[in-house]
């Protein structure tokens, strides 16, 4: 590498300068190139020059690179040059790599190798390297130039280098691209210049809709030894079931073991409960890429001796247990990040996880069991599978199927704060807070939480200062799910006690008393609107206050009921007086929306008086007794 020359280290600081007030880093110059020398082996080159302005753009500048039995770092070199000092470039070897296997060196050669400049800002990280593959090539190097928002590209391209004739498959989104041929070989190059910084704001798309990127592949496979089809799904389907041979034996012990705990069973169902309960209980989950390039499931024998797998791994250990009492299951394949897979690009590449779908005749429907995290409850579509496109990996190919969604209804947040205030402004409070859906997801590891972090979690966004705080209770139908039907609608109940010194403010003879202090606002941002509006899923959520007011006050003021009805969702406030009792109820009911940046005005307005109905108050004031009226 050469030292950086006065004009392009003026150039570069230039550069720095300008792109400072919003962009934590700057791609200079991003180059890959993988040439395949055989069906089976091929070597992945990168050169790319990074720009960092400050610590936020540093995960740009970051570099991981991954290792197993199928790929190995052949060669490696760097510089980081601190742009405000000398201009001397600090040289960059493999030994300054930090080399960290995986898994506790359960996975099958998984390793990664990575490098955190350090440095004055701005400074320029420079680096090349070359991944040898080989024993097979399922995917071609996914093209990622730019992974988060506030990271702007001068430039980068692309270039996939395989012998002329040699098929392969591509799906590319804002690049521009070109083939050629040359001396027997055909270069497909993908190229992309000046792509400004995404800004990461509320509701906006996935960044795969906003950045820049290529997926490519063979048509076909050889990999580890497993020959196959990508050309559609049913191929990728056959390739991953031809894997499979030789990995769902179990022990016959176990076999009988398993035939014994559900010879009671009156149904496939109840036979599911309770395999399910058992890889609940003697199993857990560890991420490891054991077998053909994390591929291939782990034995089903290997995971009942050893009591942990992967997501293939323990998908495919139920399904084997399942098989051993008669009930027929599917292996199924899926891409967590986005619902929809990409139209004509069948790829193993698009793929993340495993999971298990057990078909249930007696109710018309399928079970979708995730198999590796035991906090969900049997048969619950969590957020990263429902409406989700997923591929069946079945004897005769693959088949692909989307996972039904819930309906948004069903999705809610369900508050209700009992408030017993005090004439200082002081109040106690009881709550009880019930999730439904996805709204529960987050909640799923409470029970374990310490009593701080319950605090802070149950107190969040609340608009009042919390001076104590206890769980009292915590409740879930995990296990009692016929309760609700057949859509397994899992519920988290949390009941709750809190006192503070500051509910209210007390003003002589007045207390100014928040309506909803327990209800979280809606972001709005100040500055204009730069991506489009997106709100992928719809919910409810409904706030219920019961206020207990001191004796000898009467309401002199309180706000008035607000109905709204727009595009972005229902809000309804309602209040009720009854003696001493006042019943605040506020229902929001958000919508599924797409709409362009120019409506966010418009949404901000539905915002706007949405947290106004929230954070509004109301009046007591001190009844004057008839001495006061003769004094």
């Given amino acids: 590498m050469k030292r950086i020359g006065g004009l392009l280290l003026f150039l570069l600081l230039s550069l720095s300068l300008q792109a400072q007030e919003k962009d934590c880093a700057v791609i200079v110059s ?24 400050h610590e936020d753009g540093l995960d740009a500048a970051t570099l991981v690179i991954y290792q197993d039995s199928f790929r190995s770092l052949a060669s490696f070199s760097g510089e980081v040059t601190s742009l405000q000092g000398s201009g001397k470039p600090l040289k960059l070897k493999e030994k300054d790599l930090v080399v960290l296997a995986l898994s506790s ?6 390793k990664t190798a990575s490098y955190t400049p350090q440095g004055r800002y701005p400074m ?110 049913k191929g990728v389907g056959s390739w991953l079931y031809s894997m499979q041979e030789n990995v769902q034996e ?38 490891i890429q054991l077998g053909i390039g994390g591929l291939r499931p782990m034995p089903a024998e290997e995971v009942h001796k050893m009591g942990f ?38 790829s193993i590449n698009q793929m993340n996880h495993a999971m298990l779908a057990v078909p249930m005749p007696q109710l018309q429907d399928t079970v979708w069991v995730e198999c590796t995290n035991p906090s969900y409850p049997l048969g619950y579509r969590h957020s990263g599978a429902a409406g989700h496109e997923v591929v069946l990996v079945q004897p005769d190919g693959g088949k692909m199927v989307r996972i039904p969604s819930y309906p948004d209804s069903l999705s809610r947040i369900i508050q209700v704060a009992d408030v017993t205030l005090a004439e200082d402004g002081s109040a106690r409070l009881s709550l009880s807070r019930e999730l439904w859906l996805d709204e529960m997801e987050p909640y799923l590891g409470f029970q374990n939480l310490s009593d701080n972090a319950k605090a802070r979690a149950l107190t969040s966004g609340m608009k009042l200062h919390a001076d104590a705080i206890k769980v009292e209770s915590i409740r879930n139908n995990f296990n009692d799910y016929r309760t609700l039907g057949r859509n397994f609608v899992p519920v988290i109940g949390i009941d709750y006690s809190m006192s503070t010194r500051v509910y209210a403010n007390v003003n002589r003879e007045r207390i100014f008393v928040p309506v909803n202090p327990v209800a979280m ?57 009854e003696g001493n009792n006042i019943t605040i109820v506020q229902i929001i ?39 006061d009226n003769e004094g």
């Fill in 250 to 287: 179990l022990p016959p012990h176990f076999v009988s073991e398993l035939r014994k705990i559900t010879e009671g069973c009156k149904s496939d169902l109840e036979k599911l409960e309770v395999l399910y309960a058992y890889l609940r209980e003697n199993t857990r989950y560890v991420s």
């Fill in 521 to 577: 606002s809606i972001p709005v941002q100040k500055s204009g609107r730069v991506n489009p509006l997106v709100n992928e899923g719809g919910g409810i959520i409904e706030n219920r206050v019961v206020l207990h007011i001191p004796d000898g006050y009467t309401i002199e003021s309180m706000p008035k009921d607000v109905n709204l009805d727009t595009q972005w969702g229902r809000f309804q406030s309602h209040i009720s007086v």
């Fill in 105 to 110: 060196g359960l996975a099958d050669d998984g």
């Fill in 589 to 627: 009911h958000a919508y599924r929306f797409e709409a362009p940046a120019q409506s966010y005005e418009d949404y901000k307005t539905f915002a706007r008086a949405v947290n106004k109905a929230y954070s509004s108050s109301l009046v007591l004031r001190k009844c004057l007794s008839l001495q």
């Fill in 124 to 233: 320029l990280v420079h680096y090349v390297y070359k991944i040898h593959y080989r024993k097979g090539i399922a995917s071609f190097p996914a093209f990622t130039p730019i992974e988060s928002e506030k990271v702007k590209l001068a430039e980068a391209s692309f270039t996939v280098d395989v012998p002329e004739g040699f098929p392969i498959k591509d799906y590319s989104h804002m690049v521009s691209r070109e083939v050629s041929t040359e001396k027997g070989r055909t270069l497909y190059r993908w190229t992309v210049k000046d792509f400004p910084a995404v800004v990461e704001e509320d509701m906006m798309p996935s960044y795969l809709e906003l950045l820049p990127y290529v997926l490519a592949s063979p048509m076909s496979i050889d990999y580890g030894g497993y020959q196959g089809d990508q050309s559609n799904w």
């Fill in 309 to 346: 797998g992967d997501c293939k791994g323990l998908s495919n250990y139920l399904r084997c247990m399942l098989a051993a009492v008669d009930v027929p299951s599917d292996y199924y394949i899926i891409g967590t990040d986005r619902p929809n897979l990409v139209p004509g690009y069948a």
């Fill in 30 to 53: 991003h180059t890959e190139t993988f040439r395949l020398t055989s069906p089976v082996s091929g070597e992945h080159t990168v050169d790319k020059t990074i720009l960092v302005n």
